[in-house]
């Protein structure tokens, strides 16, 4: 796992630098965060099958063969499934704000990797062709040049990651400075981070997505926080 430091960074869209703001992104404001560490590469589908050996997780519901795609991430599991890997792991949920901070550390930054534009020398994403032409999601870690500033791995692109977070449009409104959790109920839960079939907009460190969590997608799965 990579530490991801504490105390203040800013957190939503920074229009400075970022002309794509969405208002689900706003406003841009300042957040105190504890100390946490977080997965530096996506689960993978030879770690998701530890749990399901062991008879604690689901296997999921597609694109799943752990023999010949070991270290593929996992994908097409529900929020449910991803907190019990991350339970069974010793880990948890990265909340929205933890998640955030160690996409883009502490200087706003528009991507992972700085400011430059977004294309498939630094993530697994659709520039044209979804997976920069193979249609799907590559081995974790393919894109090293993509690193955020903790050291974590294709924190834009490659599959979305499930966050702990309800998901509510104007949550950044009324937010807690310190150490926020989401809103306390909801009915569909935060992914970050993008896809395979992502195009730039969304490949953000800024970008909020949504889903059901009772629902698994084939560009889709988790990473862990402890």
Known sequence: ??????????????????????????????VTLGGFQIDVFETTQEKYAQCVDAGVCAAPTCDWDPD???????????????????GWAGKRLCTEAEWERAARGTDGRKFPWGNQDAGCDRAVMNDGEAGCGTLGAFPVGSRPEGMSPCGAHDMAGNVLEWVSDW????????????????????????????????????????????????????????????
């Open 1 to 30: 796992m990579a530490s991801a430091g504490s105390g203040d960074f800013e957190m939503g869209c920074n229009q400075e630098l970022d002309t794509e703001c969405l208002d689900y992104e706003k406003p841009y404001h300042q």
């Open 68 to 86: 010949a795609r070991a270290q593929y991430p996992v994908v097409c599991i529900t929020y449910p499934q991803a907190s019990e890997y991350c």
């Open 167 to 226: 998901f509510r449009l104007d949550y950044y409104q009324q937010s807690p400075e310190e150490n926020p959790q989401g809103p306390a109920s909801g009915t569909t839960r935060v992914m970050r981070g993008g896809s395979f079939n992502s195009g730039s907009l969304t490949l953000r460190t800024s970008y909020r997505a949504q889903a059901d969590p009772h629902n698994g997608y084939h560009n889709l799965g988790v990473r862990c926080c402890k």
